[in-house]
């Protein structure tokens, strides 16, 4: 069974700053694009940040300067540094891996539990 674990939520005044970090299960072959989302009880989920194998990135306009995401293919880890954190950005984080178990297999998204941030203001 793949896993993806979030860990870094928490609770920061606005203004401020969190680094949230997705770890994948290592039982797999290799991981291709490593997506943030972020989803609140009044909207859908949404598209934070996006990083592919080859260190492509991608970013809705709300996250363009203020959010950074990285990662360390040998950990199997993708981090996402948020900046300048609004009382908008309060949400459950989750974390999505595109994986491929096996070599020649097919690839599958898997995502994470959530992480909580909550930006005060």
């Known amino acids: 069974q793949v896993q993806v674990m979030e860990s870094g939520g928490g609770l920061v005044q606005t203004g401020g700053s969190l680094r949230l970090s997705c770890v994948v299960s290592r039982n797999i072959f290799t991981t291709d694009a490593m997506s943030w989302y972020r989803q609140t009880p009044e909207k859908q989920r949404e598209l934070v940040a996006r990083i592919y194998a080859s260190g492509t990135t991608i970013y809705p306009d709300s996250a363009k ?33 595109r994986v491929q178990r096996t070599r020649g297999g097919m ?3 898997y995502w994470g539990q959530g992480t909580q941030v909550t930006v005060s203001s």
């Open 107 to 109: 690839y599958q998204e």
């Open 65 to 97: 300067g203020r959010f950074t995401i990285s990662r360390d293919n040998a950990k199997n880890t993708a981090y996402l540094q948020m900046n300048s954190l609004t009382t908008e950005d309060t949400a459950v984080y989750y974390c999505q891996a």
